[in-house]
C-alpha cells in the first residue's frame, strides 16, 4: 500500500511563502530609462539605488507546453516625478501566449499595449482578475499608497521579450499622478513600431 | 489618437461576479455513483436532487495551445454519509497540462491521482496554490464548514476527461469525517487501471 503523499504548493502566508523555486528583486537601478523625468529618477538614484522596487516570487515545475508558471508579483508604492511605480514589462517571446494577474492587494494597473499602439487597461483592486490577452505587451502599474500584490499564471513555454518596449521608446501611454488620482497621459518619446 | 481601451478581466465581488463567460452548476442528481453510501445519497436525493451542491463560473477566452482558462470554483459543505462533498473530477484530455487551484475561503483538499494509483493530497486552506502536475486525475473536496472557493487556472487546450475515474470505480482514496476532522480512506471500490 503506498501512502498518500503530499502535493506541489506555493502557500502564500503574512510571515511569508513557502514552496516557491525561484525569486527576482528588481532595484531602483536597475530601471533607469523607464521613467519619463530623468531628473527626478536620478535624484532618487542618488539615495535609492539598491532599493527593491518590486520582486517576484515563482513556482515554475517546468518550461514544457502545457505547463504553467505560477507566482505572486509585490510592487512597491511610491513615484519618479509625476509617474507612478511600475514593472519593466514584457511581451511574450511566444506572441500567442496570455497571462491571467489576481489582484490580491493594493491598486493599480495592468497597463497592456497591442503592438499597433492600441493601448488596454485594467484597474486593479482586491478581487479582479485581469487578464492578458495574446499578442499584447503588459506591465503592473502601483496606483496606491501600499504594495500591489498580484498572482500571476502564464504558460510555461511563453518566455519573455523585454527589448520591445525599449526599441519603441516605452509604452505609449504613462500612468501619472493627476490630483490625489491617477490619469494616462501620452509618452512623448513614444516611437510607433 | 486611439483612446485607451478597458481590458477583459473576471471580477470577484461578494454580490456577484462580472466579466464571466460561462457558469454551470452539480446539483445533487448529477453526482449519482460518486459517493461511498449509496443509502446516506438516496436518503439526500429524496428532498435535495435539485441542490447545486458545486458551480463554476469562467472566463474562456478561446480553446487555443497557449490561451488559459480561469474561474471561480464554489464547492458547498455537507456530507454524503461519512463522506464530503466533491466535485466529479477528471484528468485532462491532453494529460500533459498542469493547473492551478488558489484558495480563497474555506477548508479542502485538492485529491490527486497519478494513473498508476499514487495519491497526492494538498490541503486547501486561503492563501494555498496547490498545482495538479501533469498526468494527475483531480478533484477537490470540501472539509470545512462553509463553501470551499478556489481559483483555478489551465491551459486552454486541456480537455477533460470525466470517464478515468468512473472506470475505475472512484479514485483511490475517499476523504471522510474522523470525529471532528478528516482522513483518507481506501476506496474499497477501486479498480487499478
Known amino acids: 500500500m503506498s501512502e498518500p503523499l503530499p502535493g506541489p504548493a506555493l502557500v502564500i502566508k503574512p510571515e511569508g511563502m513557502t514552496g516557491r523555486t525561484g525569486r527576482y528583486e528588481k532595484r531602483l537601478s536597475d530601471l533607469d530609462g523607464l521613467f519619463a523625468d530623468a531628473e527626478a529618477f536620478a535624484a532618487r538614484l542618488a ?4 532599493r527593491v522596487i518590486y520582486h517576484v516570487d515563482e513556482f515554475r515545475p517546468s518550461g514544457a507546453a502545457g505547463d504553467l508558471i505560477t507566482g505572486i508579483s509585490t510592487l512597491s508604492a511610491g513615484r519618479v516625478g509625476a509617474e507612478f511605480h511600475m514593472t519593466r514589462g514584457h511581451i511574450h517571446a511566444q506572441h500567442d501566449r496570455t497571462e491571467i494577474y489576481h489582484c490580491l492587494s493594493g491598486h493599480g494597473l495592468m497597463l497592456m499595449e497591442t503592438l499597433d499602439g492600441q493601448t488596454v487597461v485594467t484597474e ?3 478581487g479582479v482578475v ?10 503592473s502599474v502601483n496606483l496606491g499608497d501600499e504594495d500591489l500584490v498580484t498572482l500571476f499564471c502564464y504558460p510555461a513555454d511563453a518566455g519573455q521579450d523585454y527589448g520591445i518596449i525599449a526599441r519603441s521608446g516605452g ?6 499622478a493627476d490630483g490625489t488620482g491617477w490619469r494616462l497621459e501620452e509618452n512623448s518619446g513614444y516611437v510607433p513600431r
Open 171 to 176: 509604452m505609449r501611454h504613462r500612468a501619472v
Open 130 to 139: 485581469a487578464y492578458v490577452p495574446p499578442v499584447h505587451i503588459h506591465r
Open 124 to 126: 486593479l483592486r482586491p
Open 47 to 50: 539615495t535609492e539605488a539598491d
